[in-house]
């Protein structure tokens, strides 16, 4: 049993190990980092039942979300033994993607949450507890997201050309409860998949990257629920809703590290705003600041005077210094720019509110600028197949080091040695005791008696499938950002991404539509107002909008979630009380942008390791030196991660020893042209 | 350490890389003495085509190579059918495809792909268009590609309509793009011929070219390629032209000089192809010789009145750019030139306070603006003549650099230069031949070798210049009427024997101060 999963996933990753290490990314790069994780998790699983994992490890990373698996990677590049646990069937904590079909198990999976009172035993590891050790236990239960709203608007008939299903009873948007329970069937499968990402290579083969997206669907044929459904797993859908800085720290650390060869990226065609109900583009380049129609040439002076002055104005204190103490807005008002390019400014270009101080906004706005250019026309980049592929890459180069990965697995506790009050040791969910001299952990396993604050703050999100772009223009697949200024002053500003399908987060015909803000209120009642504003809302489901043209012009939604995600980015090592070798990662924060989480990475990395590089670039495969000597060795087997992961795999080596040169020779052969 | 992958060390990766380079040369120049000997034997093969391909493929610059290739090619075009002859071809532009993402500025290259292109039976034009949309798209200024891309549309015979919004969108994407902007000028005036000026624009379609410059140095006044396209613009709504009149009159075929003469004046109706013009002829002193040594005045067409307005409007816009951005050279200088074509007398003052901005601001450039200042200020002093018809020429303490249109001030008796800073006086001096009394005190003079056979030169006066050798001062020699002379303040007074020898060179002066 073992050794057939084991030839099954063998070839890929040792495809994939020469591939890493090649100068060119192929296409089909991206596929192996799929089934190269997902090996690694079939690996390990199965290891489990069979026999325990290595009882010592340099350090234990518990959740997958962005900040962990960067440290996982650093750790891992540096020659550390990383053990790298989820308690979650997927990758990426928060920042997963889900396809439409694992997002409505991951709903149910909440509400069924909501109901069970957890118990638990601790009488397992009581046992495992020397003298002189203390025990800190960990949270089993993630209480991260709340307020999860679901409200279907697509039509529920069925589709002519499907008659599987007997046609639903219920005209009324329907909330999550039922549609978790029509979609049974899909969920168990998704669960069954491990992972989110280990979809089928012929699936991900069938849309091109490249190509133009498929033509859209003719605008007569609704969309409806089944449809959404039967395509759910061209749907890529983030919880946490990010763009790429193209010079934020997280390009420049996927760039440093190698680690984008991974992934793919996509870059925002278009920088909207939303101003009296009207969504229209923001002119922030030159190139569109030049074209704009909306600006007088006098304005265009004016902005490109401003945004000029911005790109270094640490060289000009005496233009602002008076206004250090004032709100950006005086200061952009002062600046003589009118009311139309004070608002582009605040909300769409620097993005902060009417209280952000001068030079935080000059320096947001510095930040903007900076990126323009460096890919295209806007600052921003996002990952084709969404934002839950970040972490799963540099899960990826982790593994490729050695690192090692079983999801549905989670710590109990951490042992403490009284005498250094330091952990010495974590016990899993299956009772193992693994020692260990670092632990990192994401914010949501910490039980609120480790927390010295419980402030933080909230994000609320919306994410919808319309039929329409908020703005079509000449080609329909851009992705666009969004901001929208407050509708009233108190309210919190939002930002909104829309996502084509090219950029393979959505079928084709719809686009996904992520909106993101700071919470006042329910997720719900924070965004419902903007969504009502932006998009045609239909009371009943697979209604035809209304006859009014001005109706008919706004995208009409066909499905929402709403939902509240914890932002713990605020606290920081004082505001827990562990020993001095945990580190805790804050979940993802509300901001545009993932600076914040990549620091984070980066301070623990040199917590743990002061004398390392961070993410220092993988090596060209030319200059590695193979073990047993100089010229070329057959094939693969050059990486040390190969070896890591054969040592291993020793015991299943020993079983069929005869079979195992030979297959390693025909990897060698056949990996050249699978590579095509 | 465990788990670290070990690397070569630099010294290591050097020497490879060192082997590898001298391994790719020694082949590289085999197989060029392969190719070269077999050229000297004349022979025109597949073989050819083979070698030369390798050693093109990793070096797309070398001519000779290409050259053979088009041997072998016409040579083997002679023996094979139509069909095989066009496949011949196509793979020959696949291969050039290939060599253009090695040099995308390669001479050779683009060339060979035109030639091929002329030896097609049937050229996808199409094909080779959007060939140069990619190329310009990664690099907007491939002047090769735009070449190239010239030739495409001529053949392909795309509509200037298309070509235009071709250019719109290079424009849109980046501004700062000489090429689309020149472009952009040669379709203009095809896109509405106008029959009797070619060269023109209509004015529907030029007040939105105003628009589209205006966009771009409002958006980055710092960026001269709208800025020469707007120049460009400004141009074509006017005329300013001023013709350089003695030597172009002579010229003039038999006829096109229709002369009445009367007891002063010559009127000429001057009819060039397209344009017709007036000018006064000033006769000249009949007597002493029979040219026309007359002339002149400069045909300066006056401004339409709606074409002022146009112009009066974009002054106002530069002006208003100008009160944003003070100090922007370009916008400086497009207002002094517009403010030269509505009315260089009225906005004399202004524009020399603008030449003056301009000269602290750009000061790399200073002493063009001077030369610029001291050229209009001469064509106003001409103007005003003009006005007056007098015959006395006065600039004097005007910083005057440099001298130009003389050849408009052949009716001068009278020059006064006096206080500027003039370095020479140039050889057209010598067109004033009319001239009886020059002063120009207070330059810095060095050379006199426009004084030059001025028949009716009387007085010179030079105090206070730069003129040290006493062989400086020969071309006064063949003044033979000058008779009074001032050279004081000058080194050249402290030349040994300055008194006598001047007597020597030039007999006829009786009154010299030295």
């Not at chain 1, 192929?26 to 325990?52: G, L, P, Q, W």
């Not at chain 1, 350090?59 to 891992?76: D, F, K, M, R, W």
């Not at chain 1, 549905?408 to 952990?423: E, I, T, W, Y």
């Not at chain 2, 532009?93 to 390669?106: D, G, R, T």
Request: aromatic content about 8%; some cysteine.
């Amino acid at each position: 049993m073992f050794l057939l999963y084991f030839k099954t996933w063998r070839i890929p990753v040792l495809k994939i190990c020469c591939v890493h290490f090649g100068y060119c990314v192929f296409k089909c790069v991206y596929f192996s980092v799929r089934h190269d994780i997902a090996c690694h998790v079939t690996v390990c699983s199965f290891k489990m039942a069979a026999e325990d994992l290595p009882s010592q490890f340099d350090v234990v990373i518990l959740g997958t979300g962005l900040t962990e698996s960067v440290i996982a990677a650093a750790c891992s590049r540096v020659g550390q033994s990383v053990l790298h646990l989820d308690r979650r069937n997927y990758y990426a904590g928060n920042w997963a993607s889900f396809t439409f079909n694992g997002l409505l198990s991951w709903i149910e999976e909440y509400k069924n949450q909501q109901k069970v009172q957890i118990t638990e035993s601790e009488q397992v590891w009581r046992s495992l507890i020397d003298e002189g050790e203390d025990v800190v236990p960990l949270s089993s239960v993630d209480s991260s997201i709340s307020n999860l709203e679901v409200f279907c608007y697509a039509s529920e008939e069925e589709e002519k050309e499907e008659e599987t299903k007997a046609p639903l009873t219920s005209c009324q948007p329907v909330n999550a409860e039922t549609v978790s329970e029509e979609t049974t069937g899909d969920s168990t499968e998704a669960q069954d998949t491990v992972t989110e990402p280990s979809q089928s290579q012929e699936e991900k083969d069938s849309q091109p990257i490249s190509s133009p997206a498929d033509p859209p669907v003719e605008v007569e044929k609704k969309i409806t629920y089944q449809k959404l459904v039967k395509e759910g797993r061209r749907f890529n859908i983030d919880l946490v809703s990010k763009l790429m800085y193209s010079r934020g720290a997280l390009v420049d650390l996927l760039i440093k590290s190698n680690v984008s060869r991974y992934a793919e990226f996509k870059n925002i065609g278009h920088i909207l705003t939303c101003r009296n109900g009207k969504v229209e583009q923001v002119p922030c380049s030159r190139a569109d600041v030049f074209a704009s129609k909306q600006l007088t040439v006098v304005e265009k002076r004016m902005l490109m005077k401003f945004l000029t002055f911005c790109l270094d104005f640490e060289q000009h204190p005496e233009e602002y210094q008076d206004y250090t103490e004032k709100p950006f807005r005086e200061f952009l008002k002062n600046k003589k720019l009118t009311e139309n390019l004070q608002d582009f400014v605040l909300h769409s270009i620097a993005m902060v509110t009417q209280q952000t101080l001068t030079e935080e906004g000059l320096k947001a706005t510095q930040h903007f600028l900076r990126c323009l250019g460096r890919y295209g026309n806007t600052p921003f980049l996002f990952p084709l197949y969404g934002l839950g592929e970040i972490p799963q890459c540099f899960c990826r180069m982790c593994a490729v080091f050695g690192g090692i990965y079983c999801l549905r697995h989670s710590v109990q506790c951490l042992v403490v040695d009284k005498a250094s009050n330091k952990v010495k040791a974590v016990i899993d969910t299956r009772g193992q005791k693994i020692s260990c001299s670092h632990f990192v952990v994401e914010d949501s396993y910490i039980r609120d008696e480790q927390r010295q604050s419980t402030a933080y703050r909230q994000i609320s999100r919306a994410v919808l499938i319309t039929d329409r772009s908020v703005l079509p223009s000449e080609s329909d697949q851009q992705i666009s950002l969004v901001t929208i200024p407050p509708l009233e002053s108190s309210a919190p500003a939002v930002r909104m991404v829309e996502l084509c399908s090219s950029s393979m987060t959505c079928m084709p015909g719809t686009y996904l539509v992520h909106l993101t803000c700071s919470s006042s209120g329910t997720a719900q009642e924070d965004l419902a107002p903007v969504v009502s504003e932006l998009f045609h809302v239909s009371t009943i489901p697979g209604e035809e909008p209304s006859e009014g043209a001005e109706e008919r012009s706004k995208p009409a939604v066909l499905w929402v979630m709403y939902f509240n995600m914890r932002d713990t980015s605020a606290l920081d090592s004082s505001s827990y009380s562990l020993p001095s070798n945990v580190h805790v990662c804050t979940g993802p924060d509300g901001s545009l942008g993932s600076d914040c989480s990549i620091k984070l990475a980066e301070s623990v990395f040199h917590h743990i390791l002061p004398d390392e590089e961070f993410c220092p670039p993988a090596p060209n495969p030319e200059d590695i030196i193979y073990d047993g000597d100089g010229p070329q060795a057959e094939g693969p087997g050059f990486d040390e991660s190969v070896n890591t992961e054969a040592e291993e795999e020793g015991a299943a080596h020993e079983k069929n020893p005869s079979t195992e040169p030979a297959e390693m020779d025909s990897v060698a052969d056949t990996t050249p042209s699978s590579e095509e | 350490m465990h788990g670290r992958v070990k690397v070569k060390s630099t010294a290591q990766q050097e020497e490879e890389k060192r082997k590898e380079r001298e391994k790719k040369l020694k082949a590289f120049v085999s197989a060029r003495d392969a190719v070269l000997r077999k050229r000297s034997a004349g022979e025109h093969d597949e073989e050819a085509l083979q070698l030369t391909q390798q050693l093109l493929s990793s070096n797309p610059d070398f001519a000779t190579l290409w050259n053979y290739r088009r041997e072998v090619l016409l040579q083997l075009e002679t023996s094979r059918e139509k069909d095989e002859v066009q496949k011949l071809y196509e793979s020959e532009l696949h291969f050039i495809e290939a060599c253009l993402k090695v040099n995308p500025k390669s001479y050779g290259c683009w060339h060979h792909r035109s030639w091929v292109n002329t030896r097609l039976p049937q050229p996808d034009w199409t094909r080779e268009l959007g060939l140069c949309d990619r190329c310009l798209s990664l690099d907007e200024r491939n002047f090769h590609c735009w070449d190239y891309r010239r030739v495409v549309v001529k053949e392909s015979g795309v509509s200037v309509e298309q070509e235009l919004q071709f250019t719109d969108r290079l424009i849109g994407s980046n501004f700062s793009n000489y090429s689309s902007w020149h472009y952009r000028s040669t379709l203009l005036p095809q896109l509405h011929p106008q029959p009797i000026h070619s060269h023109r624009v209509c004015e529907e379609q030029l007040l939105k070219e105003y628009e589209l410059a205006h966009n771009a140095f409002f958006t980055d006044p710092n960026d001269q390629s709208a800025w020469f396209y707007y120049r460009w613009l400004l141009g074509r709504g006017v005329c300013v032209c001023i013709f350089n009149c003695l030597c172009q009159l002579c010229d003039l075929p038999p006829g096109s000089v229709s002369d009445i003469s009367n007891e002063h004046n010559l009127t000429v109706h001057w009819t060039e192809k397209y344009t017709h013009r007036d000018c006064a002829l000033y006769t000249g002193e009949h007597r002493e010789r029979r040219s026309v040594a007359c002339v002149c005045v400069c045909g300066r067409s006056e401004l339409s009145v709606e074409k002022s307005s146009v112009l009066q409007a974009e002054l106002q816009s530069c002006n208003q750019l100008l009160e944003l951005e003070p100090q922007n050279k370009w916008c400086l200088l497009t207002i002094i030139l517009l403010m030269r074509a509505l009315d260089p007398l009225g906005h004399e003052k202004e524009t020399l306070a603008h030449f003056q901005t301009l000269k602290e601001v750009d000061p790399m450039r200073s002493s063009y603006y001077s030369d610029l200042c001291s050229k209009f200020l001469i064509e106003n002093t001409i103007l005003k003549m003009e006005y007056a018809e007098v015959r006395v020429f006065s600039l004097s303490n005007k910083n005057l650099t440099t001298l130009c249109h003389l050849d408009q001030l052949l009716l001068v008796t009278h020059i006064n230069l006096s206080s500027n800073q003039l370095l020479r006086l140039p050889p057209q001096f010598a067109m004033l031949q009319c001239l009886e009394v020059l002063e120009a005190d207070d330059n810095a003079i060095e050379s006199l070798e426009g004084l030059y056979h001025l028949p009716k030169l009387e007085e010179v006066s030079l105090r206070n210049n730069q003129i040290c050798k006493l062989s400086d001062l020969e071309s006064l020699a063949s003044c033979t009427k000058l008779t009074r002379l001032d050279l004081r303040g000058n080194p050249v007074h402290k030349t040994a024997n300055i008194d006598s020898e001047l007597s020597q060179l030039l007999p006829l002066v009786t009154a010299l101060s030295l």
